[in-house]
């Protein structure tokens, strides 16, 4: 069973720059996570799709946006970028309702000059 | 504001000795997991506590949970260098919408 598979792995951009980062889910699992990793605000929470609905959304500007696909896949958006923006991008793929252990990608490390 | 609180932050530990990390939180959760990060690494899942008294144990690493005491341990026996890496805990009051500890850096010396 494959697990959740996040592209790239890497990026380096320019700020000012948009990014799109994308995450495809264990299959068969529905709900998909984001988290922004960094060394001085840990491990936050971005937002949750659920069939293509954001379900929770964190405390982050509107810069930061995502979506689902009819096929549970997720895409997150950064636009505008800044410096602080420099972190590890997680994603965590859920079954769904009743089961909430969250399984993460490998991630993708964003790194803006 | 949730709160989850980790400690200690960092973990130097000789080989074949006995820890605890402690995992305190400020608001009620019946769910909480425990991750294991390697450096430059994603997150490993290591246990799921769904209910208070629950406790589980994988090889040399056991986790408890007091949902009324808003409580969390991960106990390492015997720990060998393997073990070396940062663990979090993670509450989950909200449904899928994780409030992650701080994170525990443990360092085994051979």
């Known amino acids: 069973k494959a697990g959740v598979t996040q592209t790239p792995r890497y990026l380096i951009k320019t700020r000012g720059q948009q990014v799109t980062l994308s995450c495809s889910p264990i299959?068969?699992?529905?709900?998909v996570s984001w988290y922004q990793q960094t060394p001085g605000q840990g491990l936050q929470f971005l937002f949750e799709y659920f069939s293509e609905t954001q379900r929770n959304k964190g405390n982050f500007p509107g810069r930061f946006s995502g979506r689902q696909f009819s096929n549970s896949r997720s895409e997150m958006n950064v636009s505008t970028l800044e410096l602080g923006d420099s972190a590890l991008y997680l994603c965590a793929s859920m079954a769904g309702p009743g089961n909430t252990e969250a399984f993460f990608g490998q991630g993708t490390r964003l790194t803006v000059v | 504001e949730l709160k989850v609180e980790q400690n200690p932050l960092f973990l130097s530990m000789q080989e074949g000795k006995n820890y605890t990390i402690y995992c305190n939180y400020s608001t009620t959760s019946d769910r909480l997991y425990w991750y294991r990060q390697d450096p430059g690494k994603s997150l490993e899942s290591l246990f799921v506590?769904?209910?208070?008294?629950a406790v589980k144990q994988e090889g040399r690493l056991m986790a408890s949970l007091d949902t009324k005491a808003r409580l969390s341990t991960l106990h390492i026996t015997a720990a060998v260098h393997d073990l070396s890496a940062t663990y979090f805990c993670?509450?989950?009051?909200?449904?899928?919408?994780?409030?992650f500890g701080t994170g525990t850096r443990l360092k085994v010396l051979a």
């Open positions: 506590l769904l209910s208070n008294g």
């Open positions: 993670a509450v989950d009051p909200l449904v899928r919408k994780y409030i």
């Open positions: 299959s068969g699992h529905r709900s």
